[in-house]
């Protein structure tokens, strides 16, 4: 794993039906990126929300209560934090069931669609420039960090 991967953190994958998970993991971490799959939300969600580097989720994982779960666990986020998630979906039928996905992925936050089938190339690419975007959100953090703590320091000086 090269060392950009490594720093980059872990793509978490929840994807109950078939073979989704294992197929998605083995074509990451082909690509060098790091992937687990979650059997549930509750091991979806037991890392810390900043934890993770994306979340990778098929659209049948898109239960109501999942959608509760996982819509409270993103808005605990800090505020630096922007979460990436990507869903795999099929093609709904009907424009009612096209909008209720639209609405459903819209409360989710940050998320990119990719529709099935698809080539393993483009879930490669989405899943990088995912985390791409999540460590400039880490970079943000840690110089919003080092402006606080410049700030206090600033604050005890003027203080003495």
């Known amino acids: 794993m090269s060392p950009h991967a490594a720093a980059a953190g872990t793509v978490l994958i929840l994807a109950p039906a078939g073979r989704d998970a294992r197929l998605a993991a083995s074509v990451l971490e082909q690509a060098d990126i790091r992937a687990r799959v979650?059997?549930?939300?509750?091991?979806?969600?037991?890392?810390?929300?900043?934890?993770?580097?994306?979340?990778?989720?098929?659209?049948?994982?898109?239960?109501?209560?999942?959608?509760?779960?996982?819509?409270?666990?993103l808005a605990r986020q800090p505020l630096w934090s922007d979460l990436p998630v990507v869903v795999l979906t099929?093609?709904?039928?009907?424009?009612?069931?096209?909008?209720?996905l639209a609405a459903i992925l819209a409360e989710l936050g940050n998320v990119t669609v990719i529709d099935?089938?698809?080539?393993?190339?483009?879930?490669?690419?989405?899943?990088?420039?995912?985390?791409?975007?999540?460590?400039?959100?880490?970079?943000?953090?840690?110089?919003?960090?080092?402006?606080?703590?410049?700030?206090?320091?600033?604050?005890?000086?003027?203080?003495?």
């Open 116 to 160: 099935r089938p698809m080539h393993r190339e483009v879930l490669v690419s989405t899943v990088r420039a995912a985390l791409r975007a999540r460590e400039r959100q880490h970079q943000a953090r840690e110089l919003l960090e080092r402006l606080e703590e410049a700030i206090r320091d600033g604050i005890a000086f003027w203080r003495c």
């Open 38 to 73: 979650c059997k549930d939300i509750e091991a979806l969600v037991s890392d810390p929300p900043e934890g993770p580097a994306a979340l990778l989720l098929t659209e049948h994982a898109l239960t109501p209560g999942l959608r509760d779960q996982l819509k409270t666990w």
């Open 90 to 100: 099929g093609h709904p039928a009907g424009s009612d069931k096209k909008r209720l």
